[in-house]
């Protein structure tokens, strides 16, 4: 039985979030990326139940979500680097990792014990609202069981965490349908791209220049999300596909459409990389549920939000350790 009730987002609804956050308790909300699951970032007890539901590891750190540039200013030090990204992209697809203040008002939980702090300014209207009422900073991973694919609608969010969260925000699907970007500036001269996300590439190297790829070591501890199997279906998938087994459901682009499969999703008939984000998770899960034994993805180009598209792909894909171990 599923505990959570859905709320279309207007004000009353937004109001009783806002009171709901404010006593520890888990609200999912639209972002303009994917639904996320919000709790008081100030509240170990509150963090605490986040991770519990999700079944999130303990060492994977949190996205701290503000409602503008001056809430940030408390939790973390800004660089010039990091002032540009924020003036140029905030609100928006963009997470950065900056160094946190020694007396951030945040549970350590949030952050998992580092350094750093993961912070961004959503720009999704009913995101925004919500976290200019609750007037706190919010802890808020993507609305699903860690390791599964990330919700882009409210339903999504209900089928897989309804029993144990208070409320879900329903606005519709989300825009972008990606993850956010995730920059780490914690090193003054070596920018990484921790998560290809919403932003693409090209747009952070004309304001930071070249973006370094994280170290094998840095990838583990510095973020999590990047780790082998994530936004994982329940189906095997396969990546690359120029043909189609008939037992198989195809996830096509454009007019790369191989004949012959058990059942096809097109991301994107016309062959636009932005409706292909903007459907992945979604077809995804069609994909899923279709009956099919396994999941074939055509190739996908590697351009703008194709980067993201394609990460996401792979760690689908990968193989799979047990749900509950899984980042
Ligand atoms: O678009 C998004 O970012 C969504 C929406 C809801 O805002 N949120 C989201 O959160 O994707 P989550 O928890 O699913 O992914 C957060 C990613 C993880 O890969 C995590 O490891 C990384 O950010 N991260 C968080 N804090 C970090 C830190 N201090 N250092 C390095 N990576 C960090
Ligand atoms: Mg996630």
Not at 37 to 50: E, I, K, N, P, Q
Not at 225 to 238: E, F, I, K, M, N
Not at 295 to 306: K, S
Request: glycine share 8%; net charge neutral.
């Amino acid at each position: 039985m599923s505990r959570a009730r859905l709320l279309e987002a207007e004000p009353r609804a937004l109001a009783e979030a806002a009171e709901i956050l404010r006593a520890g308790g888990l609200v999912a909300f639209p972002t303009e990326t994917v639904y996320g699951l919000g709790a008081d970032a100030t509240s170990d007890a509150a963090v605490a139940a986040l991770y519990a539901a999700k079944r999130r590891p303990a060492h994977n750190p949190l996205i701290v979500h503000v409602a503008g540039r001056a809430a940030v200013e408390p939790l973390a030090r800004l660089d010039g680097r990091a002032e540009r990204l924020a003036a140029r992209f905030w609100p928006g697809p963009l997470t950065l990792v900056l160094p946190r203040r020694a007396d951030a008002p945040l549970s350590r939980h949030a952050t998992a014990g580092l350094a750093t702090v993961a912070v961004r300014v959503p720009a999704h209207p009913v995101a925004l609202a919500l976290l200019e009422a609750v007037r706190l900073p919010i802890v808020a991973p993507s609305a699903n069981r860690s390791g599964r694919v990330s919700p882009t609608t409210a339903r999504d969010v209900a089928l897989d965490l309804g029993e144990v969260i208070d409320l879900v925000l329903d606005a519709g699907p989300c825009p972008v349908g990606v993850e956010s970007t995730v920059v780490d500036l914690s090193e003054p001269d070596r920018p990484v791209l921790l998560r290809p996300g919403g932003v693409p590439r090209a747009a952070l190297e004309e304001v930071l220049g070249p973006l370094a790829e994280p170290s094998a070591d840095e990838e583990r501890p510095r973020s999590p999300g990047r780790l082998a199997s994530h936004y994982a279906p329940s189906l095997p998938v396969r990546l690359d596909a120029l043909e189609v087994e008939p037992d198989e459901a195809l996830l096509a682009f454009g007019d790369r459409v191989p004949r012959g499969a058990f059942a096809t999703f097109n991301l994107s008939p016309s062959g636009d990389l932005a409706e292909a984000a903007r459907r992945l998770y979604a077809l995804l899960r069609a994909a899923d549920r279709s009956g099919a034994k396994r999941i074939a993805v055509v190739p996908i180009p590697a351009e703008g939000l194709g980067e993201a598209i394609r990460d996401r792909l792979r760690r689908a894909a990968a193989p799979r350790p047990t749900r509950e171990s899984a980042g």
